[in-house]
């Protein structure tokens, strides 16, 4: 717990941290163990997430504030509205798992790299299973990986099965540390997890056919470590849709972001303006066509999901219009 969260607790009132969120009540963990913790009528569950601080009125057993955090980890709820779903809270270090085969996708890393530059979360990329990497080599991947930021903390290479796969993420766990996972499922996540903690977190492998995995966590909850501190491991997500991540956007791609600045039009969308820095490098051979087209579509659709419910629906057709047209050569 920071000292800020520390001077936010009331007078009468204990802290606690959530392990776990149900719909109408929390699993918390304080001084004197695990408890259930209800929540006022003015709050619902989705307020608060995994690894909230809170404080709660000892006699009533719910949540009288929601602590300040240090980092929230959030995307967009699936279904038309826009909404927000929290997905954790005060983590200190997100593990962004892929492993050596079909399931490496530079877009997809990058907008989980987005979700945690965005709550201000070092990222790390872990690839799992090198034995699986055929027509390129694990060395490949990690390459590749590390190219897609600057701002990446690091890039693993682990055997998720290996008896010293632990060893690999030791710089990044200790007292007062939290930590979490994210990618497909299959991918190694709950093995990981299992050889980090005291757990046993249910493991499954992949189909042969699509090498997609199944699902084995199927809700996120705080775990302690071996290493001391703590790690959460969320179910795998298909999609990731982004909501307000426009500076983690700008850390991902921040030499696109600065590049941009150089545009002779402030409102450039680096098609064929004149002028415009990005397409002058695309043409010299500086900046990766592809990946200035994965830029624009995050931003594109970051624009979109931002916008609030006023306004047209016919400006967020223009929006999802341009996102499916192919990049201009």
Known sequence: ????????????LFPYRLASVRRKEATGLGADGERSIGFPPEMGAGEVTVGDWVAVDPEMGRVA????????????????????QHLAANIDTLFITTSCNEDFNEARLERYLALALEADVAPVIV?????LATET???????????????????????????????????????????????????????LINALSEAEQATGGVREGDQKGRHTTTSRALLPLKAGGWVMDMPGMRELGLHDVAQGIDLVFADL??????????????????????????????????RVAR???????????????G?????????????????RR
């Open 295 to 309: 830029w624009k579509k995050l931003k594109a659709e970051d624009a979109l999901n931002a916008m609030t419910m």
């Open 137 to 191: 080599s694990a060395e490949s991947y990690a390459t590749r990986a590390k190219a897609l930021s600057a701002s990446l903390d690091a890039v693993l290479t682990v055997n998720a099965k290996a008896p010293d796969a632990a060893q690999a993420f030791t710089p990044w766990l200790g007292e007062g540390r939290t930590v979490a996972f994210v990618g497909s499922s299959g991918v190694g996540k709950s093995t």
């Open 65 to 84: 504030a929601i602590l300040p955090r240090t980092s929230l980890l959030s995307r967009r709820a699936a279904g038309v509205e826009i909404k927000t």
């Open 1 to 12: 717990m920071s000292d800020e969260q520390a001077e936010a607790i009331g007078e009468g």
């Open 311 to 327: 306004k047209t629906r016919a400006e967020a057709r223009r929006i999802t219009r341009s996102l499916r047209k192919p990049p």
């Open 127 to 131: 690839l799992t299973k090198p034995d």
């Open 257 to 290: 972001a600065e590049l941009s600045e150089s545009c002779r039009f402030r409102d450039c969308a680096h098609e064929a303006e004149p002028g415009c820095a990005v397409q002058a490098a695309i043409a010299a051979g500086e900046a990766d066509e592809g």
